[in-house]
Nanobody
């Protein structure tokens, strides 16, 4: 079955960095666009970053210049490097794999930014 397993979340102070990973299994990874979403308490889930099959990327304005997503197709893994973290980055971060026909979600990993 399809599994997307996120890791790397935790507690960081403002200005620090975290790196999230999402390991995929059960899919042909290279056929999928990979994306990171986040959901803060009381807010809607929002798109943070995408990386397409071509390797091109797209970011939410709120994270441009601070977050970088990349993928390792040999390891079926996508990453989200988060630098210069802010308290407003606090959320559960989800990995998503999707095509025009289907999509899959990970279980999420908590990121808390607090001094």
């Amino acid at each position: 079955q399809v599994q997307l397993v996120e890791s790397g979340g935790g507690l960081a102070q403002p200005g620090e960095s975290l790196r999230l990973s999402c390991a995929a299994s059960g899919i042909t990874f290279t056929f999928y666009t990979m994306a990171w979403y986040r959901q803060a308490p009381g807010k809607q889930r929002e798109l943070v970053a995408q990386i397409f099959m071509s390797g091109s990327t797209n970011y939410a304005d709120s994270v441009k210049g601070r977050f970088t997503t990349s993928r390792d197709n040999a390891k079926n893994t996508v990453f989200l490097q988060m630098n210069s973290l802010k308290p407003e980055d606090t959320a559960v971060y989800y990995c998503k794999a999707y095509t025009s026909a289907t999509d899959y979600w990970g279980q999420g990993t908590q990121v808390t930014v607090s001094s």
